[in-house]
T-cell receptor, first 112, second 115 residues
Framework: SQKIEQNSEALNIQEGKTATLTCNYT??????LQWYRQDPGRGPVFLLL?????KEKRKERLKVTFDTTLKQSLFHITASQPADSATYLC???????????FGTGTQLKVEL | GAVVSQHPSWVICKSGTSVKIECRSL??????MFWYRQFPKQSLMLMAT?????????EQGVEKDKFLINHASLTLSTLTVTSAHPEDSSFYIC???????????FGPGTRLTVL
């Protein structure tokens, strides 16, 4: 069956450290993968898109990797801040028509 | 990014009533709009895909007669929850897709509570 899995447990890290979140998928062959941030009671906010032929993408303190052999994406936040605390969702383009399928999300808490 | 609004942002209604949720793009023309719902502490689940001027395509397990979708224009889509019941209480979010440029934008969501 098709699955998109993210760490179900919350990730707690200290301010200033690098947070690494994982997204694993099975039985998909996505052309693109996206990462979103979601705050409680709000819609997701787009962060980064990475294509299947790209290994790595960066944007300010964010870095995403995409390994189509391992079927895994890693999302890194360097020099983390309490304001980075949120739930982070990975999403794959699956099927036709740019349909996005989401992982379960990982809650990140950055502590002082 | 595009500015997307949803109205209402939250609604409380009695069981058996119908609720209409609007998703509007203020500066972006969306050929395709997706409707998702999200139950507490769960991920977003796609309900249906709609293209402007044509009927929506519903995901397996989503009743098309209960969740009516109208994609009236490139800037407006509506989702009507008919005869709502408490189990329909959820967070409903629209996602707008542009014309093949991989740009997609979420609305802020609508919290529906059915008593």
């Amino acid at each position: 069956s098709q699955k998109i899995e993210q760490n179900s447990e919350a990730l707690n890290i200290q301010e200033g450290k690098t947070a690494t979140l994982t997204c694993n998928y099975t039985n998909y062959s996505p052309a693109y993968l996206q990462w979103y941030r979601q705050d409680p009671g709000r819609g997701p906010v787009f962060l980064l898109l990475i294509r299947e032929n790209e290994k790595e993408k960066r944007k300010e303190r964010l870095k995403v990797t995409f390994d189509t052999t391992l079927k895994q994406s890693l999302f890194h936040i360097t020099a983390s801040q309490p304001a980075d605390s949120a739930t982070y969702l990975c999403a794959l383009f699956t099927g036709g028509g740019n349909k996005l399928t989401f992982g379960t999300g990982t809650q990140l808490k950055v502590e002082l | 990014g595009a500015v997307v609004s949803q109205h209402p942002s939250w609604v409380i209604c009695k069981s058996g009533t119908s609720v209409k949720i609007e998703c509007r793009s203020l500066d972006f023309q969306a050929t395709t709009m997706f409707w998702y719902r999200q139950f507490p502490k769960q991920s977003l689940m796609l309900m249906a895909t709609s293209n402007e001027g044509s009927k929506a395509t519903y995901e397996q397990g989503v009743e098309k007669d209960k969740f009516l979708i109208n994609h009236a224009s490139l800037t407006l889509s509506t989702l009507t929850v008919t005869s709502a019941h408490p189990e329909d209480s959820s967070f409903y979010i629209c996602l707008l897709d542009g014309t093949g440029n991989n740009e997609q934008f979420f609305g802020p969501g609508t919290r529906l509570t059915v008593l």
